[in-house]
């Protein structure tokens, strides 16, 4: 009998103990996003090269790197900086967005929200979305956009140029296009 008052008291004390330490710890909250699979990276740049020519750099304050073997991706969470460069190493162009997702698998990167690339000859382009094809060398949107230039803007549905913005295409075009050079063609 005493052994099984010893039991309960030793019980009772032990619940006591848990009530007590259970007011004093503070709560705790789990991030629901904490994920083993994803990695949180800061301050990055990631180097895109051919035949040892650099070609790209893509880089961002914040990346989370989801690192899923069916679906490989790097996020850029807090925006999203891409520096073109031409055959002279020397930039050719830059392009921003508040957000962006290279999706490794694919081949390509997705920019979203603000986007705005910006030529050193004095061209900008305006959308909300923009993808960038690693393999085909080529970038595209179907979303509404705006080309200005210094001596036009040019807005349209839908477009389309290689990677370094030569050759580019608008689709669904409406603005306004200066008439002295389009009358200096037609003659």
Not at 101 to 129: C, F, H, N, P, Y
Not at 156 to 177: L, M, P
Request: with cysteine.
């Amino acid at each position: 009998m005493i052994n099984r008052l010893k039991q309960l008291l030793l019980l009772i004390s032990f619940a006591g103990l848990l009530h007590a330490c259970s007011e004093d710890m503070p709560d705790i909250v789990l991030d629901e996003r904490l994920n083993a699979n994803v990695e949180l990276a800061k301050d990055v740049s990631i180097l895109y090269s051919d035949s040892a020519q650099l070609r790209v750099i893509a880089g961002g304050p914040v990346v989370l790197y989801h690192l899923d073997l069916r679906e490989r991706k790097q996020e850029f969470v807090e925006g999203v900086t891409i520096d073109f460069f031409g055959p002279d190493q020397k930039p050719s162009s830059k392009l921003t967005a508040k957000y962006g997702i290279r999706m490794e698998g694919k081949g390509q990167i997705i920019v979203r929200d603000s986007v705005v690339w910006q030529s050193v000859a004095g061209e900008r382009l305006e959308t909300e979305e923009l993808i960038w094809d690693e393999k085909q060398q080529r970038v595209f949107t179907n979303k509404f956009v705006v080309l200005r230039r210094p001596d036009e803007i040019i807005k349209g549905h839908g477009f389309e140029a290689n990677q370094d913005f030569s050759d580019a295409k608008i689709k669904a075009v409406e603005g306004q296009i200066k008439v002295d050079e389009l009358s200096k063609e037609l003659e």
